[in-house]
């Protein structure tokens, strides 16, 4: 068999199957590549459309950083020591949402700013709750089980170049045992805490 006689076979259905040659996993298989290739046209037009590099500083100092957090007890750690490397703990704020496995014993330990919440508001509450707590020109927000890696903050694109926010993909941490995997990447943000405030205050009217 050629390859060409294979990339007919995939192109032409045949009568089996539920949805024809190789039933339903073929089905599936041909979506799964095909979403690929659509993701990688997207990052090649983006890339070819861009005029010259990004380029941008990175000032921790500009920055606190709020995890809304909910029964994140084993991922926290990893998340808050990669944090620790360019901001100081006490700039790492912890919003506990009713957790149920000690979180916020976990961040305390770890010398962050906690807040906990006795009874579960939601990831929004939560966040809205931290950022006018914030007293720094910037706001980074993450998720209990986000690693920044190598990753630097584009704080200059926000101070300098006046966008009012950054996001940007990371990796989220490997699963946790009792938890599902369902992220490829995480993402995190990195916006004005005026910004922020308004858009705090603007959902809770």
Do not use: Y
Not at 63 to 82: F, K, N, Q, S
Not at 111 to 118: D, I, L, P
Not at 122 to 145: E, M, Q, W, Y
């Amino acid at each position: 068999m050629t390859a060409e006689m294979a990339w007919e076979g995939w192109l032409i259905p045949a009568s089996e199957g539920v949805f024809g040659r190789g039933g339903w996993s073929h089905d599936v298989l041909f979506v799964v590549l095909f979403c690929a290739l659509v993701d990688f046209v997207k990052l090649l037009i983006e890339l070819m459309g861009r005029s010259e590099d990004r380029v941008f500083h990175c000032d921790p100092s500009q920055v606190t950083a709020v995890i809304a957090c909910r029964d994140g007890a084993h991922e926290l750690p990893g998340t808050i020591a990669e944090l620790q490397r360019i901001l100081p703990a006490e700039r790492v704020f912890v919003v506990d949402d009713a957790s149920q496995d000690g979180s916020s014993d976990v961040a305390r330990r770890l010398g962050c700013t906690v807040f906990r919440f006795e009874q579960r508001k939601g990831k929004s509450a939560a966040i809205n709750f931290a950022v006018h707590r914030v007293t720094t020109p910037l706001t980074l927000l993450l998720d209990d089980d986000t690693r920044l890696g190598a990753a630097r903050l584009p704080t200059s694109l926000i101070t300098d170049d006046g966008f009012d926010a950054v996001a940007f993909h990371v990796l989220p941490a490997a699963t946790a045992p009792g938890r599902a995997a369902t992220r490829f990447s995480a993402r995190c943000n990195v916006t004005s805490t005026e910004r922020a405030w308004r858009s705090a205050s603007a959902s809770t009217t």
